[in-house]
């Protein structure tokens, strides 16, 4: 994979909202692997809500959905919360399904954590969206969080009639390494004869194997949120000592890409993760593939989480309810699947 290094920030590239966020996240971020046991924990559970002012920056939850928790039995015993958002339209007839993959490294956070994304895309979109919880690195290693994914799409198909669903409107969705289970569960879905609508991956980490292109990065301003390090980190406590990610079920850019639904990858510009996202798409292109790619300038990762602490936040929430729509919901029709440029951040 050619790498494309980020250009280096002017002092004032950043909003200064989002340089504070930086600054703040230096101070309280670090790698998985310098974690203690006790502040892990506390990041893999459920956050606070997001009332004001916090809404501000995460976007409010709608309370006109409905958010529902049920606990599953994984493949192996284990078990997993799967939180479900209904919008009203459920109440009509059977609505489309979303599955959304939350992203933190394979080793952070928590669905809940999601309820204004979540909630906000339910309610637009008029589709159920569901969230699984799957258990977390460095506890549970690889391929845990991919199949504790699957078994939860399998039980909510299996619900498809009392949850309302509408199991020929498939979608799923994933940021970050939810980006990488969601790549990875298209493919299965496809493996498996069942036909998947629309993927939308959000800055997704694609490939897993240790790559010298990603250290040469380096550690400059250009990645203010995740940093290189970081992401090395949460590479190693995923895979542990005996995988090197060179299984497509870890690193979906090696799976096959022929026949897989149409895709929305967003990537952010000041991302060490952004040229994984962009070999994703020209990939999927590669394979015959609809693709919608859009990289968001000045932009750091983990944009969908904190947008309004960025210059391109909002504007990427809009344009993923947009492409989800489009392919989820029979009367909004499907007239092309360009690349879409964004200010000078559009790369490949």
């Known amino acids: ?51 004001w002012p916090i809404s501000l920056v995460t976007g409010a939850i709608d309370r006109s959905v409905t958010s529902t928790d049920a606990w599953i039995t994984a493949r192996d015993g284990g078990r997993m ?91 799923l969705a994933g940021d970050s390494a939810g980006g990488n289970i969601a790549a990875v569960l298209a493919q299965h879905l496809r493996d498996e004869g069942l036909a998947v609508r629309h993927q939308a991956l959000l800055y997704p980490a694609t490939d897993l194997r240790e790559r010298p292109e990603i250290v040469a990065l380096g550690e400059g301003p250009e990645h203010p949120i995740l940093t290189v390090a970081m992401t090395a980190a949460f590479r190693a406590g995923y895979l542990g000592t005996d995988q090197d990610g060179a299984d497509p079920l870890l690193s979906p850019i090696l799976g096959d890409l022929h026949g897989l639904p149409p895709a929305l990858v967003q990537t952010a510009d000041l991302d060490p993760l952004r040229d994984d996202g962009l070999a994703y798409a020209d990939a999927l292109r590669a394979a015959g593939v609809p693709v919608v790619s859009t990289t968001y300038p000045n932009t750091p990762h983990g944009y969908a989480s904190f947008p309004g602490l960025t210059a391109h936040g909002w504007a990427a929430r809009e344009e993923l309810v947009r492409e989800i729509a489009r392919h989820l919901l029979p009367t909004v029709p499907i007239t092309d699947h360009a690349s879409r440029p964004l200010g000078e951040g559009r790369r490949g």
Do not use: C
């Not at 809940?112 to 637009?124: E, S, V």
């Not at 690889?142 to 009639?161: I, Q, Y």
């Open 81 to 171: 919360l799967v939180r479900t958002h209904t919008p009203t339209a459920a109440r009509v007839g059977p609505v489309p399904l979303l599955v959304l993959v939350h992203g933190g490294g394979f080793a952070l956070g928590h669905v809940r954590g999601y309820d204004p994304l979540a909630t906000h895309l339910a309610a637009r979109i008029g589709a159920i969206v569901a969230m699984p919880n799957y258990r977390k690195a460095p506890q549970h290693l690889a391929p845990t969080a991919v199949h504790d994914t699957m078994d939860a799409t399998t039980w909510l198909l299996s619900e498809a009639a009392a949850l309302r669903i509408d199991p020929s409107r498939i979608g």
């Open 1 to 51: 994979m050619t790498s494309r290094r980020a250009r280096p920030l002017a002092p004032d590239a950043l909003p200064r909202r989002t340089a504070v966020l930086a600054v703040a996240s230096r101070w309280v971020s670090r790698p998985v692997d310098q974690t203690p046991p006790r502040l892990l924990a506390r990041l893999q559970a459920p956050p606070p809500r997001a009332r």
